[in-house]
């Protein structure tokens, strides 16, 4: 079976080396230089998006931020899982809105702003703090911009001005403005769909953010109602996207409510806990859903966590002698703040798991994962 | 960093997808063709050892059957673990007797034959029934002769001789003459050990053979005073090796007793079954011990099984559908009783294990897989 993957990442990757042992070979459309790479070794294969169709029994993405004219090609064949409109939901907040909306899913208040005038109105509708966020181009805290204050909205309207003027070209731009929540915890669900219309969802995830980037999640015991709430998010969005493969929905946590801050329709970082902590892990499971294969059974194995390594390319080599310890590099070049690799470390009970956190906290160096150790403490507080 | 496996089978690339991850990139030479390859992909890298050796910050074997010049030269180059003398023991029946006897470990009462005069004495001096084995070319049954009773004895003096004219060239040739040994059942311990003499061993596995292949292997529960036996022989011959990697044992186990019956330095196919089943499997820990990193634990994470798919290229989908099973194909052309890949499979308990494991019985083509049922019955049996 040979399937294509739009985007040549750490993803892609990952995908290939879980399913090469089922005899799924994965080439790799990279976008930048319009050719085919082998993920695993990164030679260039062929060239060209053509080619890269012709060769696939399926193709799927990586990434959601995929223009849309290889999208509509890809869709055209045939044989692109998700759909290209599924891909776009993930890649366009206005048009996520709109699906939750659809969906009549819990979210957070907002407003869609194309103009300086929908900026003053939703200044007025909406209640302070605010975040604002590029519809079209961000990611990982890029195309951000949080305003606490009126006095502040100025300032805040050039620089979002000046981001687009500088940032992505032939794009209808837009920004969504949301009410910040004042939530508990973020958490997010990863599940997968077949083309059966069958769904099978992973423990719920806690996920610990730095500078807006994922830095820290724990897959955690299941509490069955709020597992319930998210399953039911899950079922909805994926039925209406009439969803193939790994889906994944981050939510804030207020009390026992789960709001949906964003979907995103591929594996996620938020799920790479499931390589070892897993019955099969999201990448298996989105090739199987990708390639009518029957889905793996997502139920965890034991309490098991993720540390992102970001702008690092090393670690002490010690934290491998720390038990249930992998390690997870992506063969990417250093750049600050880059997603490098990561570190799952699992245990037989939460206690245990929370004991080998600490002790992989203690060998990190503090400047690099400088917000692992007060997190590590506060998940072990919340055990006690 | 850059490893160099002697032998491009599937044993070197399923090292090179369990350390992918830890950024180790893993070439494989080709005896065969005299080429060193993509364990992956299997395209050529570059041709011949010479380049090989220099390409390489670390050598290891996937097999034990190595010309000794190749040995010689990649010894030389200081970057073999393990050494040439213990991949030589493992590939030569004679030196492996010798060894044991040094360690004052338990065997098979047995005479080596270089010649007629050798065999006629074998015949007076152990019990029959007696099993024969090719010193140097045998592996998976092949080589092997069964003589139960004198009057067979010219017969199969005639079959050795035919053998070892059509077989091998330039190599010493003599046979290893066992009484058999009517043992309970046979049980196999993987360890690894590193060059600073740590080990570590995973739980002992229970196999079963069908026509001297490996079919099935058994991640028993653990029986604390076997484990510390096997455990002890582990420890002897791997320090009278001064070895660095992963080594298996095969034992035969009489009531309490265990009885060598063969060891070899590599990776081991009663070890796949930690591929999902032990916190580090033994793949990475093969590379980890020849790499200078930290061994991983071997923890039993829950009771696990593998089963061979020998000779076939294809098994119904439907076997992903039961929880915790994982197929692992190894891209090889299809070939008659040829190890094509395995199944993996495991349980929370072993009552959990046993019903999966007849799922699996159930959907497998019994003609394909054809003690499988009995075994699995005799599995649920042992457990009862």
Not at 366 to 384: G, M, N
Request: aromatic fraction near 6%; charge should be negative; hydrophobic fraction near 40%.
């Amino acid at each position: 079976m040979n399937v294509l993957v739009l985007g040549a990442g750490q993803l892609a990757r990952m995908m290939a080396l879980a399913v090469k042992p089922l005899n799924i070979n994965i080439r790799a459309f990279d976008v930048g230089s319009d050719t085919v790479v082998d993920p695993l070794s990164t030679d260039i294969v062929f060239g060209g998006l053509t080619q890269g169709i012709e060769f696939a029994d399926f193709i799927t993405a990586e990434f959601e931020h995929i223009d849309h004219q290889t999208l509509a090609l890809c869709q055209a064949s045939g044989k692109l899982r998700p759909s290209s409109q599924a891909i776009k939901v993930g890649g366009d907040r206005r048009l996520e809105k709109d699906l939750l909306i659809k969906c009549g899913v819990a979210n957070a208040q907002h407003q869609i702003i194309a103009t300086k005038a929908d900026f003053d109105q939703a200044l007025n509708n909406l209640s302070m703090p605010l975040i604002l966020k590029s519809a079209l181009a961000g990611y990982d805290g890029k195309g951000q911009w949080r305003l606490k204050d009126k006095a502040q909205a100025e300032d805040i309207w050039l620089d979002i001005k000046a981001f687009f003027d500088g940032g992505v070209q032939g794009l209808q731009h837009a920004v969504v403005a949301e009410q910040m929540v004042p939530f508990d915890r973020e958490v997010s669900l990863v599940g997968a769909r077949d083309s059966q219309g069958n769904t099978l969802v992973y423990p719920l995830t806690q996920n610990h953010h730095t500078n807006g980037v994922l830095s820290v999640s724990i897959a955690i015991e299941i509490d069955e109602a709020l597992q319930a709430q998210a399953k039911q998010v899950f079922d909805s969005i994926a039925k209406e996207l009439n969803y193939i493969g790994i889906l994944a929905i981050e939510f804030f946590q207020i009390g026992e409510q789960l709001l949906v801050n964003e979907i995103a329709p591929r594996v996620h970082n938020s799920g790479h806990w499931t390589q070892q902590g897993a019955d099969t892990c999201q990448f298996e499971n989105h090739l199987r859903a990708v390639c009518d294969l029957p889905l793996g059974s997502t139920e965890l194995i034991r309490p098991s966590a993720m540390i992102n390594i970001l702008g690092e390319d090393e670690v002490p080599n010690e934290i491998l002698s720390v038990a249930s310890t992998t390690l997870h590099w992506y063969g990417k070049s250093k750049r600050p703040g880059r997603k490098m690799g990561h570190i799952n470390v699992s245990g037989n009970d939460e206690k245990q798991l929370a004991e080998r956190l600490t002790l992989l906290a203690d060998m990190l160096p503090e400047a690099e994962f400088d917000e692992l150790k007060p997190y590590v403490a506060s998940y072990k507080k919340q055990l006690s």
